[in-house]
């Protein structure tokens, strides 16, 4: 199979969706690797690398695009790359449909096979998409540390409180990865840390977890509400998988936070649990609602391209490969495979993403 790499043309994005060391292992399983020159700098992966490993280097996207039978990115698609979609197009990357309703409209229109990392679900676990919510989490620390500060518009706390100086009160909304990896760095900087999760079961596990050193409480909307009126800092980290964020953070709640407080929503990209929340940019990341911060960057790996591209390149080759090598046929016999196909002939084949837009859902098994 021909498989493609373009360079990622969403602002800020430095990742790619290919190392050296993937495109070797899809020419050693017999595949032909074609590759947008310059894609990997970005990551620290220069053109020669790619060479050395196989790749195919050309010097523009759309001959990638125009060329492959399967293109792996990072992050969805943008508008002037619609042009490139086409019936069987197999498209291996984040997608976030059910925050996205123009794209998804361009997949199922074009008939394009949308393999979506966020929804590959594996023995209960979301292998593509953990690597970059343990990113994220502990960006959302460092990212919320600094929007607390003055100059950011914060309210000018220092997470770790000095000796004699209350500590400040972090409060996350969501204890799966995101969450976990957040409470970790919270913790280590000494901050007051509250988890909120709808899973009592994930609840007693945080406690075995971390045990004295956070505090876990079981989410509603009132103990959300009465959280959010003492938090410094709030993080965003809930997840239905595929589906669109449910809006915990109701807007009401801002007028009765401390003014200068911060939301720091990562959930963002699934539309945000927040009912305030826009998506932002890494070059203008934060705006205020109601006297509160508000940063929602939609890919917060991007800013740490190196470490992002290395994890989620780890994560991905192996599910890329069995998509590279087996049939369709084969993959919708696969229900790990089936979890991540969002869309296929036309249709939306993920449950989640039909519900967001009141559009008709087909089992994938139907369309076989
Ligand atoms: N902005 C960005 O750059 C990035 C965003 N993300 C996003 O972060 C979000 C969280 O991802 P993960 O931590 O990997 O998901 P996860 O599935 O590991 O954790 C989500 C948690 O939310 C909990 N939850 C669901 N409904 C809830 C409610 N009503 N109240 C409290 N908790 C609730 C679940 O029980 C679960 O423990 C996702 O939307 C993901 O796409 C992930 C990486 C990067
Ligand atoms: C998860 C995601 O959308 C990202 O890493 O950008």
């Not at 959302?140 to 929007?147: I, T, V």
């Not at 945080?206 to 956070?214: A, E, P, Q, R, T």
Request: net charge negative; proline share 4%.
């Amino acid at each position: 199979m021909k498989i493609g790499c373009v360079k990622e043309i969403k602002k800020h994005e430095y990742r790619v969706g290919l190392t050296p060391a993937s495109v070797q292992a899809y020419v050693q399983a017999g595949h032909e690797v074609y590759f947008e020159k310059g894609a990997g700098v970005g990551s620290g992966f220069m053109d020669d690398a790619y060479q050395e490993a196989g790749a195919i280097v050309v010097d523009q996207a759309s001959t990638v695009w125009e060329t492959v039978d399967m293109m792996t990115k990072v992050k969805e698609p943008l508008a002037s790359e619609y042009k490139y979609f086409r019936e069987g197009l197999i498209l291996y990357t984040y997608l976030h449909l059910a925050a996205n309703e123009e794209l998804t409209d361009e997949l199922t229109k074009k008939k394009v096979t949308g393999f979506a990392y966020e929804t590959l679900m594996d023995a209960g676990e979301l292998p593509l998409l953990k690597p970059m919510s343990e990113v994220a989490g502990r960006l959302a620390l460092q990212e919320g540390a600094k929007s607390l500060e003055v100059h950011s518009g914060g309210r000018g706390v220092l997470l770790s409180g000095v000796p004699g100086v209350q500590k400040g009160k972090v409060v996350i909304i969501g204890g799966g990865v995101v969450g976990t990896h957040a409470a970790k760095v919270a913790v280590g900087l000494g901050a007051d840390v509250i988890i909120l999760d709808k899973s009592i079961r994930r609840l007693a596990q945080l406690d075995d977890i971390f045990g004295n050193s956070i505090q876990t409480l079981y989410s509603t909307d009132h103990e959300i509400e009465e959280q959010c009126k003492q938090a410094d800092l709030v993080i965003g980290a809930v997840l239905i998988p595929g589906a669109a964020a449910p809006k915990l953070i109701k807007k009401s709640y801002l007028a009765n936070m401390q003014p200068g407080s911060v939301i720091v929503d990562v959930a963002v990209d699934q539309g945000g649990c927040a009912e305030s929340t826009k998506a932002t940019y890494h070059d203008d990341p934060t705006y205020v609602v109601d006297g509160v911060v508000h940063y929602c960057v939609g890919n917060m790996p991007g800013a740490v391209p190196r470490t992002s591209t290395i994890a989620l390149t780890n994560a991905t080759l192996a599910y890329g490969l069995k998509i590279a090598s087996a049939s369709m046929e084969e993959l919708i016999h696969d229900p790990v495979m089936v979890s991540a196909i969002n869309t296929y002939k036309g249709h939306i084949t993920f449950e989640g993403v039909a519900t967001a837009f009141d559009k008709p859902y087909k089992d994938i098994k139907d369309l076989i």
